[in-house]
């Protein structure tokens, strides 16, 4: 028989459930000193001595030796390639996420608009493309492709004219899978450069590598710091957290469905948090036999056990109403409704990055080929952010055009509230226009 794997279980009806819930959920991206020391280092020397400074850092941390930073870029015909080489299967798979992924967000593509007043002033907003964005796509063995289609493709949608796509290749190690979603999401340079030095090309621009005006994708330690640095020289979808998911249960579902479900965040890595929420006693128990019975046979069981064993969560509740107020407080990543009537619970959760309601909606379907996007606030953020999306590829400029009758109206205004804050020059400025 099995070792029980012993999750952390919680009652709402304990009097320091709150205290314990908070204790279980705190987790901070820890700044590692060291780490933010090496990666400020390499930002700085990419800014400065440019291809030359990344084609030495490819060369120490990659294994990858080239004599010119061009030598870097893969050609357009070789993405091509490695799409005709995938197998039927393959090439299927891709082409049916992408097709999902590209329609939904299409329905996410914001329009310019204005609107004139009474005296005649236009006033508006202007709706427009970022020029250029960088994707940062892990490399090697790790095979992300769903990462390219989820990021690229949004930004295409949007009208983004070029997206810089890096993805490290250590040993010259290149994913067939990975290169052939850059072709078919319409990736338009692709550089086998990774790490904070990759970044930093992005951001500062070489004599090869153009600088780009934002900057997605997943990544490591290194990654994740690098772009927390640059922000500001360029913007960046987020600074991500380890993976979640809360499956909210009424007890009817099989405990196997759900099992896997909590594994399925577990296997990313050990930071990863799985939680079920229900007003069930005895499903927790299901649940915990499937979990025990399933486990021997995942590839990345160690992986899992860590992550459930030092952050999984069984929350037994008095209702399910209960379980969505919970649910809002803890405003996951992913979040699973498998009840009946999924609906009806989900309009009372206000914080998640994602909703998966009924039975059948497994969170990997949302992580490849649902349509909305997978890149989602984790750590609570999902309280006040929102899903990669077509905005985030778009920029807003106000418009404002202001007829003479208009500035008698507003110039007073303006000057009165200027004058009011000690700024003469402005209302100068605005009482200069005035007829009178």
Same mark, same amino acid.
């Given at each position: !028989?099995? +070792? &029980?794997?012993?999750?952390?279980?919680? %009652?709402?009806?304990? =009097? #320091?459930?709150?205290?314990?819930?908070?204790? !279980?959920?705190?987790?901070? &991206?820890?700044? #590692?000193?060291?780490?933010?020391?090496?990666?400020? $280092?390499?930002?700085?020397?990419?800014?400065?001595?440019? #291809?030359?400074?990344?084609? @030495?850092?490819?060369?120490? /941390?990659?294994?990858?030796?080239v004599a010119t930073a061009a030598a870097l870029e893969l050609p357009a015909s070789e993405l091509k390639a490695a799409h005709r080489g995938l197998s039927a299967q393959h090439r299927d798979a891709l082409a049916g996420a992408a097709e999902r992924i590209r329609v939904f967000h299409e329905a996410q593509r914001q329009s310019s608009w204005s609107i004139t007043d009474a005296h005649g002033s236009t006033l508006g907003q202007r709706i427009a493309p970022l020029d250029r964005v960088g994707l940062y796509v892990p490399g090697g063995k790790a095979a992300y492709p769903s990462s390219v289609l989820m990021n690229a493709l949004p930004a295409k949608v949007a009208g983004v004219p070029e997206i810089i796509m890096v993805v490290p290749t250590p040993g010259g190690e290149r994913n067939p899978l990975v290169l052939a979603a850059a072709h078919l999401a319409g990736v338009d340079r692709v550089f086998t450069v990774g790490g904070a030095q990759a970044v930093g090309a992005l951001a500062h621009g070489t004599q090869t590598i153009p600088a780009v005006d934002?900057? &997605?994708?997943?990544?490591?330690?290194?990654?994740? @710091? $690098? *772009?927390?640095?640059? /922000?500001?020289?360029?913007?960046?979808? !987020?600074i991500a957290g380890p993976s979640e998911i809360l499956v909210i249960c009424d007890g009817k579902t099989d405990p196997d469905w759900v099992a896997m479900d909590l594994f399925s965040q577990a296997e990313h890595d050990e930071l990863a948090q799985s939680i079920l929420l229900t007003p069930d006693a005895s499903y927790i128990e299901q649940v915990q036999a499937s979990i025990d019975r399933l486990l021997p046979d995942m590839p990345r069981r160690a992986v899992i056990e860590a992550s459930l064993r030092n952050r999984g969560l069984f929350i037994l509740t008095? %209702?399910?109403?209960?379980?969505? #107020?919970?649910?809002?407080?803890?405003?996951?990543e992913h979040l699973e409704v498998s009840t009946d009537q999924p609906e009806v619970w989900a309009e009372k959760i206000r914080h998640a990055g994602a909703i998966f309601m009924g039975r059948y909606a497994s969170e990997s379907i949302g992580d490849y080929c649902a349509g909305p996007n997978h890149v989602l606030p984790t750590m609570q +953020? $999902?309280? /006040?952010?929102? =899903?990669?999306?077509?905005?985030? /590829?778009? *920029?807003? +400029?106000?418009?404002?055009?202001?007829?003479?009758?208009?500035?008698?109206?507003?110039?007073?205004?303006?000057?009165?509230?200027?004058?009011? @804050?000690?700024? =003469?020059?402005?209302?100068?400025?605005? @009482?200069?226009?005035?007829?009178n």
């Open positions: !028989m099995s +070792t &029980v794997l012993a999750i952390t279980r919680l %009652s709402t009806a304990q =009097p #320091d459930f709150q205290a314990q819930l908070k204790r !279980m959920l705190a987790h901070e &991206v820890g700044q #590692d000193d060291s780490i933010a020391a090496t990666v400020k $280092a390499i930002l700085a020397d990419v800014r400065l001595r440019g #291809d030359q400074a990344v084609l @030495e850092y490819t060369a120490r /941390f990659d294994h990858l030796q934002k900057i &997605v994708g997943p990544g490591n330690a290194y990654v994740a @710091e $690098a *772009k927390r640095q640059v /922000f500001g020289k360029v913007g960046i979808d !987020m008095r %209702s399910l109403d209960e379980a969505c #107020d919970i649910a809002t407080q803890i405003a996951p +953020t $999902a309280r /006040f952010s929102s =899903p990669l999306g077509v905005y985030d /590829f778009q *920029k807003r +400029t106000s418009l404002i055009h202001v007829t003479e009758a208009g500035a008698q109206v507003l110039g007073r205004i303006a000057s009165t509230l200027a004058w009011g @804050e000690n700024l =003469p020059a402005h209302a100068r400025a605005a @009482e200069l226009r005035l007829k």
